[in-house]
């Protein structure tokens, strides 16, 4: 797909009008569009993570360990070692990295969607190929090494709702990355920028967005949890959508 990297230099610098109703409705009509076929897979991807999970968790911990992590008062961070968070956090991470072209993968169903081309579950893995893998994963790897940096300073204060602005805030001026890596070939690092610049010019718009986005999607915790599955795409729709009416494509 044709850079914009002239448009998208020409709005780091002079900036951009964007209407909450206007970025909405785009989201709203494109989610219509994809809910039932990505709910359906993310269901599938559920499942699939579930079972790999189960079956890594069998071999690596014996059962009277297994028995003890299943009581609910060792879930309280105050009962895990330092030792077993340091894992958590490095395994988590290291997930997120691994799955991010997934998440491009939606994207791309989204944008398919919008321009009436045919997608397939192949679409949601097309960004495994090396050079955009490595991208996404060093993007999320950054983003995320950043969110935990931010937060872990915030928490030094002893209010842990900062810590919790610090992450929601790099999540937020991070949006744009993937899209810019999926759509423009932008570098992980360039991406990550040039995302903070631009949503930096209309953080408050944006941020009303994904809150409301965030709400739908927990509407659907009210069909026996299954339902967030088939709201979630709302949001997949949502980067797609501030993405095309904020730069666009050539």
Known sequence: MKSNRNRIQELKNNGYNLQFETVFNFAFENYKKIAIY?????LVLLVFFGIAASIILAFS????????LSKLENFNPKNLSDEFLAYYLVGSTLFSCIIS???????KMAHCAQIDEEFHVSTVFEYYRFSYFKELFMATLLITVMSLGISSLFNLTGIPVLGLFGSITISLLSILSIPLIIFDDYKAFEAINTSFNLISKQPLVILGLFAVGYLFSMVGLMVFIIGLLFTLPLMFSLYYAIYSIIIGHE
Do not use: M, T
């Open 38 to 42: 990505a709910g359906l897979l993310l």
């Open 101 to 107: 072209p997934i998440y491009a993968g939606f994207i």
């Open 61 to 68: 911990v014996d059962i009277e360990n297994l028995q003890e």
